[in-house]
């Protein structure tokens, strides 16, 4: 098999709305419409500029890219689907692009670029970066600094994936997340007693859930402040 066609089965769902069981609601599709105007990106920045001068200090391992996006003119976030075939402890996860720091990499933002290019064969500048948010502690310990950025349509990218470390790419509309049939949470339990509860998000191709769903939450909440609340707390780095 030629490395073209053994990348064709991650592309095959860079479509809007795979796999969604009921259309969104009047509203849902009002909000999403809005998250990525002109005004909401200079809003969203400016408040992304205050998170960075807050979380300056703190000592971050690892960055992903939120991808933001619009597919067949929707606006959506784009995830992956990591390979199988991945030795550790994420392979099979739905994620967005990421990794941990390479002492090459300039900063945080740096690392999410790096790794985006790894992953996805995509080049981007720094105009598509609208800020950094706020760090978030994964379930091993490692501190990861979420990267927000536009990549525009869809349609206009030329994404290579990389089939040993991606085993699909994939995007959900805002209007499917807004959504709140789409919206679920699991309770963790530790020693017979409640821990903490956790997003989910449902009815799409994958599940999006773990540290991918939290960072997703907190995007909605960013992007749409009027018409999506956050449910469950945000794990605290200790």
Known sequence: MSPQSAMLPALRRLRPGPGLRRPPGARSCRAAAAALSRDNEQR??????ASARRYRLEAATAAVLVPLC???GQPALLYTLRSRSLR??????????GGKRDSSDQDMVATALRETLEELGLRLGSESIWGIMRPLPDRWGLVVIPVLADL???ESLSLNPNPQEVEEVFTLPLSHLLEVQNQGYTHFRNKGHYSYTLPVFL????????????????TLELLVP?????????????
């Open 44 to 49: 969203c920045r400016a408040l992304l500029e």
């Open 70 to 72: 619009r597919a067949g």
């Open 88 to 97: 550790g402890r994420h392979k099979g996860d739905v994620s967005f692009p």
């Open 152 to 154: 525009g349509p869809l």
């Open 203 to 218: 009815n799409g191709c994958h599940k999006v859930w773990g540290l991918t769903a939290i960072i997703t939450d907190l």
């Open 226 to 238: 009027d018409d999506y609340r956050r449910r469950t707390h945000v794990p605290a780095i200790h």
